[in-house]
């Protein structure tokens, strides 16, 4: 059985999500992190590299970061239809937005929050206005990232506006889709449990 290293109301909270949508025999082990208000702390039993979260343990394989573990559930429980394999018409456009999120939206999002800015930073990144006129570009022609179909790559992209409301941009199509995404019935199992747990 695969094991799930996770952290409530953490980023590992999406992989929890995930595992639900696919109806996916995976044991969810809590561990501590270390928090961003100095709370919290390693722990030993965590066997990631760094003791962050999510950690997925598949026999001998180790997957750690959320884009790599959602390819690498969504490939393995594809009758589940949440993200196309290789083969399968979309799957470059699923690829993309999988990396996409970890390489571009996630950084540029926590650049946003913590209120820094940086030419050099920008030129490479993107600003947080350029990632969302690509999110909106895409939204404003289709429901869901990869057309029709709600994907991994949609739970995976609305998340941080789930956590962090403020950050939500003040766009039709994008709010219409993280609502979508929010009303998920394994996302809003998660969120109830998140919060009784906080």
Known sequence: ??????????????????????????EVKEVTVRRQDGSGGPDASNPHPEKKVPYLVDGAEGIRER??????????????GLGPI???????????????????????????????THPAVEASLRDFDTMVARLAETL?????????????????????????PDMLPDNEAIRDWVKRCSERPATVRTLERERQAA
């Not at 290293?5 to 980023?11: A, C, D, K, M, Q």
């Not at 937005?97 to 650049?111: A, K, N, S, T």
């Not at 022609?141 to 789930?162: H, I, M, N, R």
């Open 140 to 164: 404003e022609k289709q429901p869901y990232l990869l057309g029709e179909t709600y994907s991994a790559v949609d739970l995976l992209c609305s998340g941080p506006f789930l956590w962090l």
């Open 86 to 116: 290789e083969g399968q018409p979309g799957r470059g456009e699923y690829l993309s937005w999988l990396f996409y999120y970890q390489g571009v939206m996630e950084p540029v999002i926590i650049l946003k929050f913590a209120q820094f």
């Open 1 to 26: 059985m695969m094991t799930l290293y996770h952290s409530p109301n953490s980023r590992s909270s999406a992989i929890v999500t995930l595992i639900e949508e696919l109806g996916a025999d995976v």
């Open 67 to 80: 884009g790599a573990i959602m390819l690498y559930l969504t490939d393995k429980f594809p009758e589940a």
